[in-house]
């Protein structure tokens, strides 16, 4: 199965920019790569999703490299509110299972 | 509001005594799923549905059982709870299981089971 890797924790100041990256060296070309945040005491929330292109939503924009081995979330302007367990998941063909990793522990300094 | 409902929230039971726990969704959705999120391990799919009548397990099945009789329902139904299914339990939902659908996931049911 692709395998996603994160890193274990970020840091960041209230309202600036956030990059959260995610290396999937291994994934092929019909994966669809997925982003979903837990906020403490929550379940998993979507946030994005996208194929080849990068992509924009009102919470966040995916940019995906071009060779496709690795993405990365921007949340535009991070709020406390954004200060969560960011997961990167790749969505596989014929598998319906989503498989969650340890995640990016977002901390966001006010 | 579209959403996912779990009942109960919190449950604290004994070994050996059966329990089920209700996961109802407002948004006609076909696919259906129960996780368990465990410290260290993160997020596991228990079983799945991809429609009525229509389940399959997941990673960690054992010890666990569902069913489908109706889209709105997926209960997630434990016959001899043991210490080792303590956990926080996730259903979630999507219109299809394919790989381009969003889940959303119900708030969660924390299970003791002592």
């Known amino acids: 199965d692709a395998k996603t890797t994160q890193p274990n924790s970020m840091e960041s100041n209230e309202e600036e920019p956030v990059h959260l990256p995610c290396n999937h060296s291994?994934?092929?070309?019909?994966?669809?790569i997925h982003w979903y945040r837990q906020l403490p005491s929550q379940g998993p929330e979507y946030v994005i999703h996208?194929?080849?292109s990068n992509v924009n939503n009102r919470m966040a924009s995916l940019a995906i490299a071009e060779d496709r081995k690795s993405s990365t979330l921007i949340l535009h302007r991070a709020t406390l509110r954004d200060a969560a367990v960011y997961y990167c998941?790749?969505?596989?063909?014929?598998?319906?299972?989503?498989?969650f990793g340890a995640g990016t522990r977002l901390t966001v300094k006010p | 509001e579209a959403q996912v409902t779990q009942n109960p929230r919190y449950l604290i039971t004994v070994t050996g005594k059966k329990l089920t726990v209700t996961c109802s969704q407002n948004?006609?959705?076909?696919?259906m799923s129960w996780y368990r999120q465990d410290p260290g391990l993160g997020l596991r799919q228990i079983y799945y549905?991809?429609?009525?009548?229509?389940?399959d397990k997941g990673d960690v099945p054992e010890g666990y059982k569902v069913s489908r009789k109706e889209k709105r329902n997926f209960p997630l139904i434990l016959e001899s709870p043991s210490p080792n299914q303590t956990s926080l339990y996730f259903c979630?939902?999507?219109?299809?299981?394919?790989?381009?659908?969003?889940?959303?996931f119900g708030p969660g049911t924390r299970l003791t089971v002592l």
């Open positions: 291994t994934i092929s070309g019909t994966d669809y």
């Open positions: 948004m006609n959705h076909e696919y």
């Open positions: 549905s991809m429609n009525v009548e229509v389940t």
């Open positions: 998941i790749l969505r596989v063909i014929n598998n319906n299972d989503m498989r």
């Open positions: 979630a939902s999507s219109y299809g299981g394919g790989r381009y659908n969003e889940q959303f």
């Open positions: 996208g194929l080849t």
